[in-house]
C-alpha cells in the first residue's frame, strides 16, 4: 500500500518568515496531494490540494508543489501568521474508494 | 462542514465493553471513512466504505467492525473495547468526482 513521509515534525518560524514542510509517497498510482491542518482540538481542514497533472497551485500565502518523478510534494507558507500555527498534516489518494494515506504530521509554530 | 455528525462526541467506558459511534451525512455521498488520530502516529484508516453494505479494511482494522445500511449512516463498533482504543475518531466523507475529502467534528473515546 502507500507510504507517506513527512519533515520537520515540528517547525518554529518567526512572523514573516516563510515556512516549508515536505512530503514523500511510495506509490506512483498515487494522483492527488491534499494537505491539511488542524488546530488542537478541531477537525482537520483541508486547505489546498494538488493533483498529478499539475506542478504548482497557489492560494493567496500558501502553495503546493509536486514532483513526480521524485515522488514528492510539498506546502510553502509565505508571511507566517501566528493564526497559522498548527499541525499540518499532507496525504496522497490511491485505491477505488479514494483512501488517503496521511503523514504524520508536521507541528508549525509561528512566534510573534 | 460537508454536513458530517458524529456522536456521541465525548465518551467513557470500561474496558471489555462494547461501543458504538455513529457517523451521520446529510450529501448522500458515498465513500464514507473511520479514522483514529493518536500523538506520534497522524490520522491511521480503521475502515471505509464505498456504499449500502459494502465495507473494507483499513490500515489499522483488528478490534473494529463497521456497518451501513444507510447511505447517510456509517457505524463503527468497538466489540469488546480495550485501553489500547483511547483515541480520537474521525468520520470522513469524499467528495466524488474532485477527491476533496472533508472532516466530522471527532469523537473522544477513553476506555479505562
Known amino acids: 500500500g502507500e507510504n507517506v513521509e513527512q519533515h520537520p515534525s515540528t517547525l518554529s518560524v518567526q512572523e514573516g518568515d516563510s515556512a516549508v514542510i515536505k512530503c514523500t509517497y511510495s506509490?506512483?498510482?498515487?494522483?492527488?496531494f491534499p494537505w491539511y491542518k488542524q488546530e488542537l482540538g478541531k477537525r482537520p481542514q483541508l486547505i489546498i490540494d494538488?493533483?498529478?497533472?499539475?506542478g504548482e497551485k497557489k492560494d493567496q500565502r500558501i502553495a503546493v508543489t509536486l514532483n513526480k518523478t521524485a515522488k514528492h510534494f510539498s506546502l510553502h507558507i509565505t508571511e507566517t501568521q501566528p493564526e497559522d500555527s498548527a499541525v499540518y498534516f499532507c496525504?496522497?489518494?490511491?485505491?477505488?474508494?479514494?483512501?488517503?494515506?496521511f503523514g504524520s504530521g508536521t507541528q508549525l509554530t509561528v512566534l510573534p | 462542514d460537508a454536513g458530517i455528525t458524529q456522536s456521541p462526541r465525548h465518551k467513557v467506558t470500561e474496558t471489555g465493553t462494547p461501543v458504538t459511534l455513529r457517523c451521520h451525512q446529510t450529501?448522500?455521498?458515498?465513500?464514507m471513512y473511520w479514522y483514529r488520530q493518536d500523538p506520534g502516529h497522524g490520522l491511521r484508516l480503521i475502515h471505509y466504505?464505498?456504499?449500502?453494505?459494502?465495507?473494507d479494511k483499513g490500515e489499522v482494522s483488528d478490534g473494529y467492525s463497521v456497518s451501513r445500511s444507510k447511505t447517510e449512516d456509517f457505524l463503527l463498533t468497538l466489540e469488546s473495547a480495550t485501553s489500547s482504543q483511547t483515541s480520537v475518531y474521525f468520520c470522513?466523507?469524499?467528495?466524488?468526482?474532485?477527491?476533496?475529502?472533508?472532516f466530522g467534528p471527532g469523537t473522544r473515546l477513553t476506555v479505562l
Open positions: 496525504a496522497a489518494l490511491s485505491g477505488s474508494a479514494r483512501q488517503l494515506t
Open positions: 506509490d506512483s498510482a498515487s494522483n492527488y
Open positions: 494538488i493533483r498529478s497533472n499539475v
Open positions: 450529501e448522500n455521498h458515498r465513500y
Open positions: 466504505s464505498y456504499g449500502v453494505k459494502d465495507t
Open positions: 470522513a466523507i469524499t467528495r466524488d468526482i474532485v477527491n476533496e475529502q472533508f
